[in-house]
C-alpha cells in the first residue's frame, strides 16, 4: 500500500492551521532549563570541569529563541561570575553559551 501520509490532507488544510501546527510542534519539542534540579546542575559543572581538564570534546543541548539546538566542541573558558562558556566548535567556529541556556552535555564518544 503507497500511503501519502500528510500529502493527502494537505489540501483540506489552511496555510493558518499549516503554521499553528508548525508551532504546536517546535514548542512540543522545547525544554525550558530552568527545571534542572541541584544534582543534575551538580552534574553539569563537574563534566564542564573534567571537559576543560581533558580537552575532550563534548556535546550541548541548549535552549536558543525557544527552540532546541545542539552543538560539539571544546570548552575554551568557563566564566563561572557570568556563568558563560566560550566554545571551539568542531566546525572551529567560536560560539558563546550562557550557563542557563544549557539543558545537558555528555563526551563525545568517537
Known amino acids: 500500500m503507497n500511503d501519502r501520509g500528510n500529502i493527502k490532507w494537505a489540501s483540506l488544510m489552511l496555510p493558518e ?3 499553528m ?3 504546536f510542534f517546535a514548542e512540543e519539542d522545547s525544554v525550558d532549563p530552568s527545571i534542572l534540579n541541584e544534582a543534575d546542575l551538580a552534574e553539569m559543572e563537574h563534566t564542564i570541569q573534567e571537559a576543560m581538564h581533558t580537552s575532550a570534546e563534548i ?3 541548549y535552549v ?3 527552540m532546541n539546538k ?3 566542541g571544546t570548552i575554551t ?3 563561572v ?3 558563560k562558556l ?3 566548535t568542531t566546525k572551529q567556529i567560536k560560539q558563546k553559551l550562557q550557563l542557563n541556556q544549557i539543558v545537558s552535555l555528555r563526551f563525545r564518544h568517537k
Open 17 to 19: 492551521h499549516v503554521k
Open 21 to 23: 501546527l508548525q508551532d
Open 59 to 61: 556535546e550541548i543541548d
Open 64 to 66: 536558543d529563541n525557544s
Open 70 to 72: 545542539s552543538v560539539t
Open 77 to 79: 573558558k568557563a566564566d
Open 81 to 83: 561570575t557570568n556563568r
Open 86 to 88: 566560550d566554545l571551539l
